[in-house]
């Protein structure tokens, strides 16, 4: 079946501009994930949904970093007055509700802040 | 949240078996251990996951001692596709966030 899917792969923007990412989760999962990945790091949690409530925001960089879910489905991580230092690879990831430790990650969006 | 080490890189041949050691000596009466893949350009993939003893599956071998304060990741018979970055994890029942470390860098060669 479908995967998780991420618009735009990649995007380029200037510094301060605003921007949204966009994560599809896999048809049924309830739980959904954003961390990113800076060059040649690990992966750093952002935020969880379950549902559309956001139980733990605790990864969120700072305030200019939102997320919300709508139905259940579709998650869009905004950023707002980009920096150079949110350049990043974002990466979503869904799961069951039953099996956290098991997710499942989208492809990732790049962002370049010039 | 307890901590893993494993190291930051090996290298290996095609058609050999590989063995990655993760430490983990604060482990929780309830964390699991699970083992992520990432390759280039691409997000993790979970491979596998243990609590203790063996597990085995189609891609991996998961050997974990009675003190469970290790790991080791076993890759039989290696090759040039499964060069990737290899995650050790703990994650407890309930928890939800994945806490990635460096991982180890696994360079196959011909």
């Known amino acids: 079946g479908a995967g998780v899917s991420q618009s735009p792969s990649n995007k380029v923007t200037e510094k301060g501009k605003d921007v949204e990412l966009r994560c599809d989760p896999i048809s049924g999962h309830t739980a959904l994930y954003w961390y990113r990945q800076s060059l040649g790091q690990g992966l750093e949690f952002l935020i969880y949904f379950q549902g559309n409530s956001a139980p733990d925001k605790s990864g969120l960089p700072s305030d200019r970093f939102s997320a919300e879910r709508t139905g259940g489905s579709v998650s869009t991580l905004t950023i707002q007055r980009t920096q150079q230092e949110d350049s990043a690879v974002y990466l979503c990831a869904s799961s069951p509700v039953d099996s956290n430790y098991e997710q499942y990650f989208g492809p990732g969006t790049r962002l370049t802040v010039t | 949240l307890a901590k893993t080490t494993q190291p930051i890189s090996m290298d290996s041949y095609e058609g050999q078996e590989v063995n990655i050691t993760c430490s983990h000596n604060n482990i929780a009466t309830n964390d699991y251990i699970t083992w992520y893949q990432q390759f280039p350009s691409q997000g993790p993939r979970f491979i596998i996951q243990?609590?203790?003893t063996k597990v085995t599956n189609e891609v991996a071998s998961l050997f974990i001692p009675a003190d469970r304060k290790s790991s080791t990741l076993s890759l039989p018979r290696v090759s040039l596709s499964d060069t990737a970055v290899y995650y050790c994890l703990l994650i407890s029942g309930g928890y939800n966030k994945l806490i990635f470390g460096a991982g180890t860098r696994l360079a196959v060669h011909p």
């Open positions: 243990g609590y203790k």
